[in-house]
């Protein structure tokens, strides 16, 4: 029984060394530097409607390859998100959410630093669907 009483012990305290270092490494992870778009990116218009087919490519796309930085619903709380050295951001805030279709398929599509670039790894209207599902993270 004591044998038993340990080895718990021991399980929680190992669990709760490594949640404590991991909200550490979150509290450690600097915000973003500004992300320039060149104005002909900037304006571009999505040409991917966003209906039920599309959305659940965005959706299905998401959950792939971007989910483990950028979290399930696009708050950086994924779990290889909170081991990078730059915070992955929060999608649903209004400060994302106010750029245009067009950076945000040129962020994805480019990628810089800890974010990989996504032109040679997802179609074009992959992509535009992926825009369409970080709409939808709007609070």
């Given at each position: 029984?004591?044998?038993?009483?340990?080895?718990?012990?021991?399980?929680?305290?190992?669990?709760l060394a490594f949640s404590f270092s991991?909200?550490?490494?979150?509290?450690?992870?600097k915000k973003?530097?500004?992300?320039?778009v060149p104005a002909t990116e900037k304006c571009k218009v999505n040409p991917?409607?966003?209906?039920?087919?599309?959305?659940?490519?965005g959706t299905s796309s998401w959950s792939k390859n971007c989910a483990s930085c950028h979290g399930k619903t696009g708050?950086?709380?994924?779990?290889?998100g909170r081991m990078c050295k730059t915070n992955?951001?929060?999608?649903s805030s209004a400060e994302f959410q106010a750029f245009t279709d067009g950076e945000l398929f040129y962020r994805t599509?480019?990628?810089?630093?800890?974010?990989p670039s996504f032109d040679k790894k997802?179609?074009?209207?992959?992509?535009w669907a992926l825009v369409n599902h970080m709409r939808s993270f709007k609070k």
């Open positions: 029984m004591e044998i038993m009483k340990f080895k718990s012990v021991i399980v929680c305290a190992g669990l991991q909200v550490m490494n979150a509290q450690g992870q973003a530097e500004a992300w320039p991917v409607k966003a209906d039920d087919a599309t959305l659940q490519l708050l950086g709380d994924g779990v290889k992955p951001g929060d999608f599509k480019t990628g810089r630093n800890e974010m997802i179609p074009e209207n992959e992509i």
